[in-house]
C-alpha cells in the first residue's frame, strides 16, 4: 500500500511539472508571435501594404490636398491696417471739459454725428469775438456809407473819406476771420459754450480714448476718436528685393490668418513702392482687402501670396514635411485605400520655409502623408534590398 502511494506521489509530481513547463512554452512562443512585426505585401515596387494594426501606421498624418492659385514666390507675413482713404482720428479742436459722451466703440455713426459735449470757455470767447465783430463792421458800414454821402456833396475831405473807408475794410476782414474761426469749430453762434465735437465722416467707431470729465486740447498725443470704415482694410507687406519685379497694381492676392486657418481672403496690389528700405533691402507692398463680414481685424498678422497674373494656374500647397528629395527629383506617398501608399514623384512650383507649391504629380482630394514620408521611404529602401 505504501509503495503505490509512493509512484502515485511521483507520477503527479511529473504530471505538474510538464504542465508548467508547456506553460512556459506557451508563454515564449505567445510573446514571439507578438513581437513580430505585422506582416507588409512589398509585391509592387514604391507601393506599402500595411495590416489595420500596423504600428507604422500611428505614425503616420496623413490629409486630403486642395489646389489653390499658383503663387509667385513662397508666402511673406503681411500686417493688417486701418484703410487711411476711409479712416479718420478726430481730435478736439478746443481746450475744454468733456460733459457728455453720445459714441462708444463699435457703434455706426453718421457724417456730422455729435459725439461728444465739451464745456469750453474757448468757444465762449470766439462767440463773444463773432458777434463783437458784426457789431463793429455795421458800426463803421454806417460811418462810411455817411462819409461817402459827404463826400460827394463836397462837404468832407477826401482824406476823412479814406480813412472811413479803411475802417470799414478792416472791420469786414476781422468780421471774415470770426467767421472762418467759428466755421472751424463748427460752431452757429447759438452753442452758448457748448462745443459739439462731430465725427467728420460716417463710420464705425474703431477706438475711444476719452471718459467724461477729461481735459482736452487740440495738442493731445493720441486722437479721441478713431473712425473707419472696418469693410475695407489695408495690408502692408515688406517684401524681398527678390521678389518685386514680379509684382505690379492690380496684381492679385491671397491672405492667410491663425484666426482663420481653413479660409483665404482675396486681396488686390494697390501701390508697391519705389524705392527699397536700406536697412532689410525689403520694398513695401499696399494691398486693399474686402473685409465681408468684418472677420479681418486691424494690427492682425497674414500670411500673403501674390498670384502669377494667370490666375487659371492651379497649385497644391504641401508641407514641407511631406516632400523628401532623391537625386534630382521630389517625392510624396500618397494614400491609396487604408493601409496602402504609393510613392509619387511630383513637380515643385514654388518652394517656401514652410510649405511648397506643387504643380504636376498630384491631384486635387488625393490623401498625401503630411507627416512620417521620411519612414515609408526607409520601408521602400528596406524593401528593394
Known amino acids: 500500500m505504501t509503495l503505490q502511494s509512493n509512484i502515485l506521489k511521483v507520477a503527479i509530481a511529473i504530471a505538474v511539472v510538464g504542465a508548467a513547463i508547456a506553460g512556459i512554452h506557451y508563454l515564449n512562443a505567445s510573446q514571439d508571435h507578438k513581437a513580430d512585426p505585422p506582416p507588409k505585401d512589398h509585391s509592387q515596387p514604391g507601393v506599402l501594404k500595411f495590416a489595420p494594426n500596423a504600428p507604422q ?12 492659385p499658383l503663387p509667385v514666390s513662397d508666402p511673406v507675413n503681411g500686417r493688417i491696417t486701418y484703410d487711411e482713404n476711409a479712416t479718420t482720428r478726430v481730435t478736439s479742436p478746443i481746450v475744454g471739459r468733456v460733459t457728455a459722451l453720445h459714441a462708444e466703440v463699435g457703434d455706426a455713426v453718421r ?24 457789431a ?16 460827394d456833396g463836397e462837404v468832407l475831405a477826401r482824406k476823412d473819406y479814406e480813412s472811413a473807408e479803411a475802417d470799414y475794410q478792416q472791420a469786414k476782414a476781422e468780421t471774415r476771420r470770426t467767421v472762418l474761426r467759428m466755421k472751424n469749430l463748427n460752431a452757429t453762434g447759438q452753442e452758448d459754450g457748448k462745443f459739439g465735437l462731430k465725427s467728420p465722416i460716417a463710420g464705425i467707431v474703431a477706438d475711444k480714448q476719452i471718459n467724461p470729465g477729461l481735459e482736452v486740447r487740440p495738442d493731445l498725443p493720441n486722437p479721441l476718436f478713431v473712425i473707419t470704415d472696418l469693410s475695407r482694410l489695408w495690408v502692408i507687406v515688406d517684401v524681398p528685393e527678390r521678389s518685386a519685379a ?12 491663425d484666426a482663420y486657418p481653413d479660409e ?4 488686390r496690389i494697390d501701390k508697391v513702392g519705389l524705392v527699397l528700405d536700406p536697412g532689410t533691402h525689403r520694398i513695401q507692398v499696399r494691398c486693399s482687402v474686402k473685409n465681408i463680414g468684418l472677420k479681418l481685424k486691424p494690427e492682425m498678422f497674414a500670411r500673403v501670396s501674390f498670384l502669377a497674373d494667370d490666375g487659371g494656374k492651379k497649385a497644391i500647397p504641401l508641407p514641407n514635411t511631406s516632400l523628401f528629395v532623391e537625386g534630382m527629383y521630389s517625392y510624396v506617398f500618397v494614400e491609396k485605400q487604408a493601409g496602402t501608399f504609393e510613392k509619387r514623384r511630383v513637380n515643385v512650383k514654388v518652394r517656401g520655409h514652410d510649405r511648397s507649391f506643387v504643380d504636376t504629380g498630384l ?16 520601408e521602400v529602401a528596406d524593401n528593394a534590398q
Open 363 to 378: 491631384e486635387n482630394g488625393e490623401r498625401v502623408v503630411t507627416e512620417g514620408a521620411f519612414l515609408l521611404n526607409a
Open 57 to 68: 501606421l500611428s505614425s503616420l498624418k496623413i490629409a486630403a490636398v486642395t489646389a489653390v
Open 246 to 257: 514680379e509684382l505690379h497694381p492690380g496684381q492679385a492676392v491671397t491672405l492667410e490668418t
Open 264 to 267: 483665404r481672403f482675396n486681396a
Open 111 to 134: 457724417r456730422n454725428t455729435v459725439l461728444v459735449d465739451i464745456d469750453s470757455p474757448d468757444l465762449a470767447t470766439a462767440e463773444a469775438d463773432w458777434r463783437k465783430a458784426k
Open 136 to 151: 463793429d463792421e455795421l458800426r463803421k458800414k454806417l460811418a462810411f456809407e455817411r462819409a461817402k454821402t459827404l463826400f
